[in-house]
């Protein structure tokens, strides 16, 4: 028999053990070389390095769903829809800080809701005045007037009731108060600009016969209102009838002598018909007294029970004839 010598080990190729042992020793090798290229302040994060699931996850990852720069905020769906990949391991608030960057959301858009009404801006239908006392004459009227959005304060939220009152500011008073019929044509007025803020409101209160002009076609926007020419604009205006005895009416006031005698029928017929209020004396007329915008606002409320438009407020300056 021939003797057959022994294989030479150093010839022979690795064997299936030799062969995984080298490549655990690279594996360790690669990992410390990565290890030691990591920036100190970060830390090593296992999960992060850990090798993805090779499963299709059932859902999009946390990160899918983060939103871009200006993008809105899509709603997250709640935590039992999620289901989490196996090989990815749990995410706590610590380690998420580190995985995902911070990324700013779209504001959402404010809910539009109605904005309060500023302190210096009263709306139309303010029932109340700061410089109206609760005891005040005409605060019936006025608070009525109101409500109804015929007359309004000022931006600092005051009526001012002891203020004079101009024809620009009656003509508006007028034409929201009362139905406006055209029964005369309206002349274009000399000292009444295209853009003047009661413009059309003079216009109109002219057509219906409430307010006539003076000579010269001027309507006199900015003068003031006297008792017996607001008296004599709700009379025309209403297309009251003048009474026919005026003497015996007028008795009702002491000074009825100071009636001008152009308006006497006209004053006795108002006064018939219940649009004269009189403070603090019903007896006392003061036909040739300015008005202020507390008076307007009662005689205009005394036009309108008369028009049928409003219930009669009772008071103890109604004159009654």
Same mark, same amino acid.
């Given at each position: 028999m021939t003797n057959i010598p022994p294989p030479d080990r150093r010839s022979s190729p690795l064997g299936f053990d030799e062969f995984v042992g080298v490549v655990v020793a690279f594996a360790v090798i690669g990992t410390i070389f990565v290890v030691s290229l990591r920036p100190k302040s970060g830390g090593f994060n296992f999960g992060a390095s850990s090798p993805k699931a090779t499963t299709t996850p059932a859902s999009p990852t946390l990160g899918d769903r983060l939103p871009t720069t200006g993008e809105a905020a899509t709603p997250l769906p709640q935590p039992e829809t999620v289901a989490p990949a196996t090989s990815v391991p749990q995410t706590t608030p610590a380690t998420l800080g580190r995985l995902l960057p911070v990324i700013p959301f779209a504001a959402a858009p404010p809910v539009a809701t109605s904005s309060p009404p500023?302190?210096?801006?009263?709306t139309a239908k303010t029932l109340s005045f700061p410089d109206v006392p609760q005891v005040f004459w005409a605060r019936p009227y006025i608070e009525a007037l109101a409500a109804q959005n015929i007359i309004s304060g000022y931006q600092d939220g005051t009526f001012r009731p002891t203020q004079l009152i101009t024809r620009a500011e009656f003509a508006a008073q007028l034409q929201k108060a009362f139905d406006q019929k055209v029964v005369v044509? =309206?002349? +274009?007025?000399?000292? $009444?600009?295209?853009?003047?803020?009661?413009?059309?409101?003079?216009?109109?209160?002219?057509?219906?016969?409430?307010?006539?002009?003076?000579?010269?076609?001027?309507?006199?926007?900015?003068?003031?209102?006297?008792k017996t020419e607001a008296l004599v604009a709700l009379t025309k205006g209403l297309d009251l009838t003048n009474a026919s005895t005026p003497s015996q009416v007028l008795k009702v006031y002491q000074d009825a002598k100071k009636i001008p005698k152009y308006a006497t029928a006209v004053v006795a017929g108002a006064t018939e018909a219940g649009l004269v209020v009189n403070y603090p004396n019903r007896k006392i007329l003061d036909p040739n007294k300015l008005i202020t915008r507390a008076e307007a606002a009662a005689?205009?409320?005394?036009?309108?029970?008369? =028009?049928? +438009?409003?219930?009669? $407020?009772t008071s103890a300056y109604v004159a009654q004839p």
């Open positions: 500023e302190k210096n801006q009263p044509a =309206a002349p +274009k007025y000399k000292d $009444i600009p295209d853009k003047f803020w009661a413009s059309s409101a003079i216009q109109e209160t002219t057509r219906s016969g409430f307010l006539r002009g003076y000579p010269g076609n001027k309507f006199g926007p900015k003068q003031k209102i006297s005689l205009t409320y005394q036009g309108m029970v008369q =028009a049928g +438009k409003v219930q009669a $407020i």
